[in-house]
Nanobody, 116 residues
Framework: QVQLVESGGGVVQGGGSLRLSCAASGRTASTYDWGWFRQAPGKERELVARIMASGGIADYPSSVKGRFTISRDNAKNTVYLQMNSLKPEDTAVYYC?????????WGKGTQVTVSS
């Protein structure tokens, strides 16, 4: 089992940037598929970025493509989400997930609020 802790959320003005971090317990980063999801009030949770155990990165959804970048530091056992040119519609709770063997693990989330 892996435990995930997100950090880096906060309040930012539109057009600003934030970098989210997801720290995982144990030496796990390179053996899991990782994802960043977000959930806004009244909306379903949506995937915004995914990086595979192999290091391959899935296509970003159009809502964040060109603005968000996922990366991984195996030495630090941490996955990042760099978010640039933030928009008010990016406001949500952002969750980190790790997946292996059909099992998904989740962090508790970090709030991102983008003001207009």
């Amino acid at each position: 089992q892996v435990q995930l802790v997100e950090s880096g959320g906060g309040v930012v003005q539109g057009g600003g940037s934030l970098r989210l971090s997801c720290a995982a317990s144990g030496r796990t980063a390179s053996t899991y598929d990782w994802g960043w999801f977000r959930q806004a009030p009244g909306k379903e949770r949506e995937l915004v970025a995914r990086i595979m155990a192999s290091g391959g990165i899935a296509d970003y959804p159009s809502s964040v493509k060109g603005r968000f970048t996922i990366s991984r530091d195996n030495a630090k056992n941490t996955v990042y989400l760099q978010m640039n040119s933030l928009k008010p519609e990016d406001t949500a709770v952002y969750y980190c997930s790790a997946r292996r063997g059909g099992i998904n693990y989740w962090g508790k989330g970090t709030q991102v609020t983008v003001s207009s």
